[in-house]
């Protein structure tokens, strides 16, 4: 399995920036990106790395950290094989790399402990600033 995290970039407080997440690959039982949940997480520099959101298999829960509920939105496209974070209202707070990951299994819980996420990208920078 691999993930491809994109689309960070540079916005001003307030602004917006869609985060896409390309999947490809399946596990070693055989699996796709559509039997599992997928998670978005943040590292900021000199933190530790916390969850962001998360979508189980078919999309139906979604679930959000409190510091970005109402602002950012979680999806996928099962038939494309990626996963995105919407993300509006952006405040410079949101300056981290981005990180996507594939959970355990298809179902994700609203408490984004990293140890259900198996399999890691590579992280897309996003910066706030003016």
């Known amino acids: 399995v691999q993930l491809q995290a994109s689309g960070g970039g540079l916005v001003q407080p307030g602004g917006s920036l869609r985060l896409s997440c390309a999947h490809s690959?399946?596990?070693?039982?055989?699996?796709?990106?559509?039997?599992?949940?997928m998670g978005w997480f943040r590292q900021a520099p000199g933190k530790d790395r916390e969850w962001v959101a998360a979508?189980?298999?078919?999309?139906?829960?979604?679930y959000y950290a409190s510091s970005v509920k109402d602002r950012f939105s979680i999806s996928r496209d099962n038939g494309k094989n990626t996963v995105f974070l919407q993300m509006s209202n952006l405040k410079p707070e949101d300056t981290a790399v981005y990180y996507c990951?594939?959970?355990?299994?298809?179902?994700?819980?609203?408490?984004?402990?990293?140890?259900?996420?198996?399999?890691w990208g590579q992280g897309t920078q996003v910066t706030v600033s003016s």
């Open positions: 979508i189980s298999w078919s999309g139906a829960g979604t």
């Open positions: 690959g399946r596990t070693d039982a055989g699996y796709g990106m559509s039997s599992y949940g």
């Open positions: 990951a594939q959970g355990h299994t298809g179902y994700v819980r609203p408490d984004g402990l990293e140890s259900d996420f198996d399999y």
